[in-house]
Nanobody, 123 residues
Framework: QVQLVESGGGLVQAGGSLRLSCAAS????????MNWYRQAPGKQRELVAS???????NYADSVKGRFTISRDNAKNTGHLQMNTLKPEDTGVYYC?????????????????WGQGTQVTVSS
């Protein structure tokens, strides 16, 4: 069983920075794509940034130039560096990953989610 755990959320003033981390744990697994989503109160969950195993990245237009996604394949960790934060960045941030995990004598590709970490940006 693979688990994703986020950390690094908190309260910050507008213009400040936060660095979110996502750590995957378990046995015999390989992370393919890693994503960060966020969900603001009363809104749908939205994709913020993605990174492939090879390091190719994509960002939502609203965070381009301010957020940077990265990962360490050897450590099975991912990060989201968030700079120049705005009040509209407030929400619960979720780590999501497509993972090949060894289950019952074969590798199974599944979607995994972390529990989320709260980011609050005050104006």
């Amino acid at each position: 069983q693979v688990q994703l755990v986020e950390s690094g959320g908190g309260l910050v003033q507008a213009g400040g920075s936060l660095r979110l981390s996502c750590a995957a744990s378990g046995s015999d697994f390989s992370i393919n794509i890693m994503n960060w989503y966020r969900q603001a109160p009363g809104k749908q969950r939205e994709l913020v940034a993605s990174i492939t195993r090879g390091g190719s990245t994509n960002y939502a237009d609203s965070v381009k130039g301010r957020f940077t996604i990265s990962r360490d394949n050897a450590k099975n960790t991912g990060h989201l560096q968030m700079n120049t934060l705005k009040p509209e960045d407030t929400g619960v941030y979720y780590c999501n990953a497509g993972i090949y995990a060894y289950v019952s004598s074969s590798y199974v590709y599944s979607d995994y989610w972390g529990q989320g970490t709260q980011v609050t940006v005050s104006s």
